[in-house]
């Protein structure tokens, strides 16, 4: 009952922003599919990865008006496809409340992605900027490398993802604050699906973390 009173909020909310913005449809749309998307994977549940394939062809169209195409071209390559690879992955990997089954990882891995994070944003910011007409190639890099760290580490069902999706929703809110400041299309609108998907970060984390825990009783119960 609860996660359908969430849902309606979050619909409801995303009509209201799209009425006060005048973004009626592709702006409204964009934000809910967007916070489906991130509320659906905070609780565990399969299903997000479908918001989740909408979103990413919604953002791929409005970063790509906005001259952001590292986000635009990933978007449609890396983010589109991962969305399927990373439902059959939660499909495959349930516990027993028909929730995923949440992992967490060590210094070494956290290192390694702190690494490839840092090198990745530098090399894909550098191609950027050949790219004419791209705009914030360095943020863009930045952003795009770690939501894909994000994505891959909750495929995986690593808790972290969320810690990493915080880091990144200052990216976000930068790049999306300066091109409100640019009255770019649609942008007061993806400052708004930034600005939620911070608040649902939060929330995410402190749900995987409690679901690790029921995970780890429930193999010692097994064992």
Do not use: H
């Amino acid at each position: 009952m609860r996660n359908k009173i969430y849902t309606i909020i979050i619909v409801l909310f995303s009509i209201l922003c799209g009425i006060i913005t005048k973004d009626y449809f592709l702006g409204t749309l964009t934000l809910t599919c967007g916070l489906l998307n991130a509320y659906y994977a905070s609780i565990g549940k399969t299903y997000n990865y479908i918001f989740g394939a909408a979103f990413c062809l919604l953002n791929a169209y409005i970063s790509y008006i906005n001259g952001l195409y590292g986000i635009a071209i990933l978007s449609v390559i890396v983010f589109f496809p991962s969305q399927i690879q990373g439902y059959v992955s939660w499909i495959k990997n349930k516990n027993s409340s028909n929730e995923v089954s949440i992992r967490g990882f060590t210094l070494k891995n956290s290192i390694i992605i702190i690494t490839s994070c840092i090198l990745g944003s530098l090399l894909l910011g550098f191609l950027l900027t050949k790219i004419p007409g791209q705009q914030l190639a360095f943020l863009d890099s930045s952003s795009n490398v770690i939501n894909l760290c994000g994505i891959i580490l909750m495929n995986l069902r690593f808790k972290e993802c969320w810690i990493i999706w915080l880091f990144n929703n200052t990216f976000d809110l930068s790049i999306w604050i300066i091109n409100v400041f640019n009255k770019s299309p649609n942008a007061v609108m993806m400052l708004l699906v930034s600005i939620g998907y911070l608040l649902i970060n939060v929330y995410g984390l402190i749900k995987w973390i409690k679901f690790e825990r029921q995970n780890w009783e429930e193999w010692v119960w097994e064992i």
